[in-house]
């Protein structure tokens, strides 16, 4: 059964930092990783899609990287604002079908 | 990308009874999931909706307690029958556009509390 982890679960910044969210997963059989933000009663906003083939993927200040046989993938978000504050999740897509498994995400607060 | 509606957007129901939560999407699509968010807890996969048949549904779920509706491309209902206090959650709705990459977009979400 596929487990991911996030790590922190977490973090408070102040203004402008650069930060590493981590992601871990324990099946490399993963046909795309996702990560997404959910702000406080709110649905979740998908940040980006990784596929399996892909190493990384860029949106603006956010990175994210992909190392399938390590099982790993790293989100960086880059000068830090207080609007990026929300949890971060990170999810994996197996082959076998739609349903993405979630790690527990990191609450990430960035100061003024 | 898909716009995704629920309704309602949050309510508090009384145990032993049910609630139906309903999510429209604004173009046809072909996968639709229904999602359980505890609180404190990361997001749990209930069933996958499927149009025109019975639903999928995961281990640790069932039809009787979450009976699911699929009547076309675009809408689908979860309801959450005889309600208790471990059913208080968020429940979100979400969907695979066939766009280039398959992306999974989600509702915002209805967030239930049973007392």
């Known amino acids: 059964k596929q487990e991911v982890t996030q790590i922190p679960a977490a973090l408070s910044v102040p203004e402008g930092e650069n930060l590493v969210l981590n992601c871990s997963f324990t099946?490399?059989?993963?046909?795309?990783l996702q990560w997404f933000r959910q702000d406080p009663g709110k649905g979740l906003t998908s940040l980006l899609l990784i596929q399996s083939s892909q190493r990384e993927q860029t949106s603006g200040r956010l990175n994210a990287s992909l190392d399938k046989s390590s099982g790993r993938s790293t989100l960086y978000i880059a000068a830090s604002q207080p609007g990026d504050s929300a949890t971060y999740l990170c999810?994996?897509?197996?082959?076998?079908?739609?349903?993405?498994?979630f790690g527990k995400g990191t609450s990430l607060l960035v100061t003024p | 990308s898909a716009v995704i509606s629920q309704k309602p957007s949050r309510d508090i129901c009384q145990r032993g009874t049910s609630l139906t939560i309903q999510c429209q999407v604004d173009s046809q699509v072909t996968m639709m999931f229904w999602y359980r968010q505890q609180p404190g807890q990361s997001l749990t996969l209930i069933a996958t909706a499927n149009q025109g048949s019975e639903a999928t549904y995961e281990s640790g779920f069932v039809i009787d307690k979450f009976p699911i509706s699929r009547p076309n491309l675009t809408f689908s209902t979860l309801t959450v029958s005889n309600m208790s206090p471990e059913d208080s959650s968020i429940y979100l709705c979400?969907?695979?556009?066939?766009?280039?990459?398959?992306?999974?977009?989600f509702g915002p979400g209805t967030r239930l509390l049973v007392l």
């Open positions: 999810a994996v897509r197996p082959y076998s079908g739609y349903a993405l498994n």
């Open positions: 099946d490399s059989a993963i046909y795309n």
């Open positions: 979400s969907v695979v556009y066939r766009g280039l990459q398959e992306t999974q977009y």
